[in-house]
């Protein structure tokens, strides 16, 4: 089945302790981007990437950093997370200006 | 920064009704379109892609897609209760722009 997985789906940590969610597809995308969706505020991209090694900044990336190494894995990496990133995130795949296909996402709770 | 805008609902409508959502975009350069269906809590889902002008048919679903006037409509006949969603529009950009810009989604309410 072609998905696109994440994990954890929850999370509740504390302020300061760094933490990966994880993001992985199987329908050999190229491009892979995250999302974080705050009520009122929508879909935001956090960083993205067009292929292996390569990845850029998306409209919010502060706090936030990524590694490509691999086609299919595309990790999010909170090193101090702080109460502001409280949110649920979305990893996503697909085409830069064409179609996406989101994870189920991950709901983070910082304390 | 381009713009996707798309009234924020709730939109209701009684069960077996067509559903009418609308966006519009803020540029002529645009080439796709994409609409989104999100449950409460859940990731979004594609539902329909629309690249030219005219109307797009998917099963109860019509995309129409107007470049002229910068408006792109989803159409959902004979819409049930498991309809109720929140439904994003979505546009692809050129002009550098490596992602799709998304609206904040319009409330769709189905009632019986």
């Known amino acids: 089945e072609a998905q696109v997985t994440q994990n954890p789906r929850y999370l509740i940590t504390v302020t300061g302790k760094k933490l990966t969610v994880t993001c992985s597809q199987n329908m050999n995308h190229e491009y892979m981007s995250w999302y974080r969706q705050d009520p009122g505020l929508g879909l935001r991209q956090i960083y993205y990437s067009m292929n292996v090694e390569v990845t850029d900044k998306g409209d919010v990336p502060e706090g936030y950093k990524v590694s490509r190494k691999e086609k299919r894995n595309f990790p999010l990496i909170l090193e101090s997370p702080s109460p502001n990133q409280t949110s649920l995130y979305f990893c996503?795949?697909?085409?830069?200006?064409?179609?996406?296909?989101f994870g189920p996402g991950t709901r983070l709770t910082v304390t | 920064q381009k713009e996707v805008e798309q009234n924020s609902g709730p939109l209701s409508v009684p069960e077996g009704a067509i559903a009418s959502l609308n966006c519009t975009y803020s540029d002529r350069g645009s080439q796709s379109f994409f609409w989104y269906r999100q449950y409460s809590g859940k990731s979004p889902e594609l539902i329909m892609s629309?690249?030219?002008?005219g109307d797009k048919e998917d099963g109860r679903f019509t995309a129409q897609l107007n470049k002229a006037s910068q408006y792109v409509s989803l159409l959902i006949r004979d819409s049930q209760p498991s309809d109720s969603a929140t439904y994003l529009c979505a546009g692809g950009f050129s002009g550098g722009y490596n992602k799709l810009i998304f609206g904040a989604g319009t409330r769709l309410a189905v009632h019986p």
């Open positions: 996503a795949s697909g085409i830069p200006r064409g179609e996406q296909y």
């Open positions: 629309i690249y030219s002008n």
